[in-house]
Structure formats: structure tokens, C-alpha cells
Nanobody, 119 residues
Framework: VPLVESGGGLVQTGGSLTVSCQGS????????VGWFRQAAGKEREFVAR????????QYAESVKGRFAISRVNAKNTVYLQMNSLKLEDTAVYYC?????????????WGQGTQVTVSA
């Protein structure tokens, strides 16, 4: 299912921002959805994911306790709420879907949304 990310922007250190990932042309309710990010000059890294049951979640250690992933199936959307943002959170944030939970297999990558954290 093609995905569209939105909600990125410029925010100061310590601030909050919520980015959204919406399915385009199909439902994402039956998929796990993951958020990833890629900073300039670095490889893409995992940030968070949410199971299709809407309950099971997993976070990278670097964002645990600061970020929260959630989904609203009625809106065909997954959100990533980011709090206590740090300079190192600056990156392009991407979402993707997966039919699997125990193995990697991400698909439907969106175009990304830029999040910039300033001092």
C-alpha cells in the first residue's frame, strides 16, 4: 500500500512534533507499520513500529520514553509523536508497512518528511 508521510517541520530542542503516515489507495489496518529515519550522511535506521493489533509496539533505544507510535484505523493513519526532541533526531522520517512481525520485510515506502531540530 503506498504511504504518504506528513507533519515534519522545524522545532527547537526539547520541543514536540507529530508526524503522520497515511495509506494511499488501500487500507493499512492489516499491516504492521514502521517508522524509520535517515540523517544526512547516515544510513536509514529503525525508529518504531506498531503491530496490526494496535497494541504491540517496539522502539529504538534512542527514542524510547520520548516517542510514541499509535494508529487510528478509521483514518488509515499511523502517528509518531515525538517529545523532548534532540538535535540528533534531525532526519528525514519514512514509514513503511509489513505483513510480518518476527522478520523484516518492509514495503510501501513513502517519500519521507523532514524533521529538523534546532538549538
Amino acid at each position: 500500500v503506498p504511504l504518504v508521510e506528513s507533519g515534519g517541520g522545524l522545532v527547537q530542542t526539547g520541543g514536540s512534533l507529530t508526524v503522520s503516515c497515511q495509506g494511499s489507495g488501500g487500507t493499512i489496518s492489516n499491516y504492521a507499520v514502521g517508522w524509520f529515519r535517515q540523517a544526512a550522511g547516515k544510513e536509514r535506521e529503525f525508529v518504531a513500529r506498531i503491530h496490526w493489533n494496535g497494541i504491540t509496539r517496539q522502539y529504538a533505544e534512542s527514542v524510547k520514553g520520548r516517542f510514541a507510535i499509535s494508529r487510528v484505523n478509521a483514518k488509515n493513519t499511523v502517528y509518531l509523536q515525538m517529545n523532548s526532541l534532540k538535535l540528533e533526531d534531525t532526519a528525514v522520517y519514512y514509514c513503511a508497512t509489513s505483513s510480518f512481525w518476527d522478520v523484516d520485510g518492509w514495503d510501501g515506502w513513502g517519500q519521507g518528511t523532514q524533521v529538523t531540530v534546532s538549538a
